[in-house]
């Protein structure tokens, strides 16, 4: 479960990959591996989704969905170490994204 799970991920993420929005009904089934009993497989989720939320900000169905999973994984994970992981990551993107506009701003 976990292998595939990084597979899809790294697909649905890919910069150069219009696989989430071809296979919509796969990526949300994907989507659901972020209430995956084993905390590997969520942690892994939380980076992948982060990913999405980076590399496909132009795609607004799939930032909105994975937005909520994250927003459900940070505030009830029974995991700490993934809610943890979530918000960590959550701000880093945010950090680098104001980042990224500041630069272009200058």
């Excluded at 799970?5 to 296979?23: D, E």
């Excluded at 999973?69 to 880093?92: E, F, N, T, W, Y």
């Excluded at 990224?100 to 701003?105: G, P």
């Amino acid at each position: 479960r976990h292998r595939v799970t990084k597979l899809l991920g790294r697909l649905f993420y890919a910069p150069t990959s219009n696989i989430a929005v071809q296979f919509h009904p796969c990526y949300r089934e994907w989507i659901r591996r972020s209430t995956d009993i084993e905390p590997k497989i969520r942690m892994s989720m939380v980076k992948y989704l982060v990913s999405i939320l980076s590399n496909k900000s132009g795609e607004k169905d799939l930032c909105r969905e994975a937005t909520t999973a994250l927003v459900r994984m940070i505030k009830q994970d029974p995991s700490i170490d993934v809610r943890v992981r979530g918000v960590h990551d959550v701000c880093d993107l945010a950090h680098s994204q104001e980042s990224n506009d500041s630069a272009l701003s200058l």
